[in-house]
């Protein structure tokens, strides 16, 4: 079963704009919670992450919000421009399970000029 | 620094056959990661490998497989395809830390179709 549920599934938002991308989990083990950009054609890279120690983390225009008592983190991209469209997917795993990530099912954000 | 790179990019199959993909990851990682990447199911994990040990495997049949080498190159194989076998499939490697995670950098991938 999916062990991270992301929303929303494609978002729209217009240049300028701070869309705003959701994930929960609920293995409490998880203690990493990286979110990756990925453009057509090419692999997933990654944006930012943050460890459950901390509530935010900020890098340049991307900030992730984490709340450990929900199970909730969120991504938020401060003057979206339209070369941030891409699909975003929210991950976490956790320190026994080294590199084997559980990502949400990604979502498609579109900039418009 | 040259990135990861996957081969072949594109490929087609036909049910019952079997495939390889091959991963050569970036200068001085040793962990190799396998995803797989479907429109309904996501990023999903296969397997990692590290120093040629398998070290993690996730939930997918015994069809799929793995393997790396001494130079950190790896390669995985899926035998007995299946229509639902169709999907990109990822590559990443990463500088293994001795606990814990870290960034994972991935190739553009391979992508199968299985007629």
């Known amino acids: 079963q999916q062990q991270v549920k992301q929303s929303p599934q494609s978002l729209i938002v217009q240049k300028g704009g701070i869309p705003i991308i959701n994930c929960a989990y609920e293995n409490t083990a998880f203690d990493y919670f990286p979110w990756y950009q990925q453009f057509p054609g090419k692999g997933p890279a990654l944006l930012i992450a943050i460890r459950p120690d901390v509530s935010e983390k900020k890098e340049g225009r991307f900030t992730i919000s984490f709340n450990k008592s929900a199970k909730q983190f969120s991504l938020h991209i401060m003057d979206s421009q339209p070369g941030d469209s891409a699909t975003y997917f929210c991950a976490a795993s956790d320190s026994n399970s080294g590199y084997a990530l559980n990502f949400g099912k990604g979502t498609s954000l579109l900039v418009t000029p | 620094k040259a990135g990861v790179t996957q081969t072949p990019r594109y490929l087609i199959k036909t049910r019952g056959q079997q495939v390889t993909l091959s991963c050569s990851p970036i200068?001085?990682?040793?962990?190799v990661s396998w995803y797989q990447q479907t429109p309904g199911q996501g990023l999903q994990f296969l397997f990692e490998?590290?120093?040629?040990?398998?070290?993690n495997k996730g939930n997918f049949p015994g069809r799929f497989s793995g393997r790396q080498f001494s130079n950190s190159r790896s390669e995985m194989n899926v035998s007995t395809l299946e229509l639902g076998d169709s999907a990109l499939y990822l590559c990443?490697?990463?500088?293994?830390?001795?606990?814990?995670?870290?960034?994972?950098?991935f190739g553009e991938g391979s992508r199968l179709t299985v007629l």
């Open positions: 490998y590290f120093s040629e040990t398998q070290r």
């Open positions: 200068s001085g990682h040793r962990s």
């Open positions: 990443a490697s990463s500088l293994r830390l001795i606990s814990g995670t870290g960034e994972l950098f």
